[in-house]
């Protein structure tokens, strides 16, 4: 249920590269190294993978064997000891070894918790909960007879070990701003990070929370839930998505409009799609074209775009002649239109597509490295 970014199907990766200690993967000639957002090379090309630094720490590989690195390229744990290394957060990170056996391990490299022989899946800790997996048998009677397959449950542990939770979800996500969505059959529900359920498995559906708000879905209708899992907009609308600003895109009659979080309708429902307000704007398409708007529905562009992203540092990705380029908030072009995709800008850079090849431009329209 996890990395993504927002533009339909182009390739965002932005949010999750490495942004504190401003270090990005980059590919050349197969091998993986990193740079800053200058497009300096700090590490040289020498990986085979490399995941994005986080907390300081970065999974590589080399030989296709992986280990952990710091962001001085000192190797926390080595090559050759574990066939995965997880993403290193709140001080642990998750590893298998070739027996299958799951450990957590600290950033000295030495392991700080051992898990049961069971456990065939383990996630990082956030919010002081991890996501553990197990495999079991699921017995159906079919034809008078009990037929058994594979499946799997999920739990939650606490960092010493313990279970928060038992082993009663079909699946659940990584603990955010202390809670987390799950599912029990068909059915979303709420787990605080005590391991508490917030919300039993209720809604179709639940977005992940932005402005402490959550869409829903309930037997084909959309609403809004806030943290306590209470409705605050009861389901009644076609589709909803995510409050950014205080408006939400909602769906009415095969139009989009956008709704304040009393749930009334500030700007009607005459798009055919629409883009999160962020920076005070929003994309909308009508007809062929998208165009922006601001909080009152008042246009800034009209309908001139092929398709278009969101603002962020000032910057919006949008599309013309079938090239991707960037617009600061006065409509002048910081990025050429030369880009097969393009990502939404966070510290002064974004991921792009050129020529097939993934690179990085910044807002001076450079491509990085240079």
């Not at 080595?78 to 995965?84: N, V």
């Not at 799951?102 to 950033?107: C, G, L, P, S």
């Not at 909960?129 to 048998?137: E, H, M, P, Y």
């Not at 009861?234 to 895109?249: D, I, R, V, W």
């Amino acid at each position: 249920m996890k990395r993504t970014a927002l533009l339909l199907s182009l390739l965002i990766l932005g949010s999750t590269l490495g942004m504190a200690q401003n270090l990005y993967p980059i590919l050349k000639k197969n091998k993986w190294g990193y740079m800053n957002n200058k497009g300096q090379l700090v590490i040289d090309y020498k990986y085979d993978l490399a995941q994005n630094f986080h907390e300081g720490y970065a999974s590589v590989a080399l030989g296709n064997m992986p280990c952990l690195i710091d962001v001085n390229e000192k190797r926390v744990i080595d090559t050759g000891i574990f066939q995965y290394v997880g993403t290193y957060s709140e001080g642990m990170v998750s590893v298998m070894d070739y027996k299958f056996n799951r450990f957590y391990m600290n950033n000295k490299g030495k392991v700080v918790l051992s898990l049961p022989k069971e456990i065939y899946d383990a996630r990082s800790f956030s919010n002081g909960l991890a996501r553990v997996g197990k495999k079991i048998d699921i017995v159906q009677n079919k034809f008078g007879f009990d037929i058994s397959n594979l499946g799997y449950k999920f739990a939650y542990i606490r960092k010493d070990g313990s279970y928060a939770t038992e082993f009663i979800f079909d699946d659940g996500d990584d603990m955010d701003a202390g809670m987390a969505r799950f599912l029990q059959g068909k059915l979303f529900g709420l787990l605080d990070s005590n391991g508490a359920i917030i919300l039993p498995a209720t809604y179709d559906f639940i977005s992940n929370f932005n402005e402490e708000i959550a869409a829903v879905n309930k037997t084909g209708k959309f609403g809004y839930i806030n943290k306590k899992g209470q409705e605050i907009i009861a389901p009644q609308f076609t589709y909803a998505k995510e409050f950014n600003e205080g408006l939400a895109a909602v769906e009415v009659e095969g139009k989009f409009g956008f709704i304040d979080t009393s749930g009334s309708l500030v700007i009607p429902a005459q798009y055919l799609d629409i883009r999160p307000f962020s920076e005070g704007r929003a994309a909308v398409y009508l007809q062929t074209k998208w165009a922006f708007i601001d909080a009152k529905g008042n246009y800034i562009y009209q309908p001139y775009f092929e398709e278009a992203g969101y603002f962020n540092e000032g910057i919006c990705p949008v599309k013309l002649k079938g090239k991707w380029g960037a617009i600061d908030k006065e409509g002048h072009v910081l990025v050429p239109f030369e880009f097969e995709n393009i990502g939404i800008f966070e510290d002064g850079i974004a991921e792009v597509i050129y020529k097939s090849i993934n690179l990085y431009v910044n807002s001076r329209g450079e491509i990085l490295p240079k």
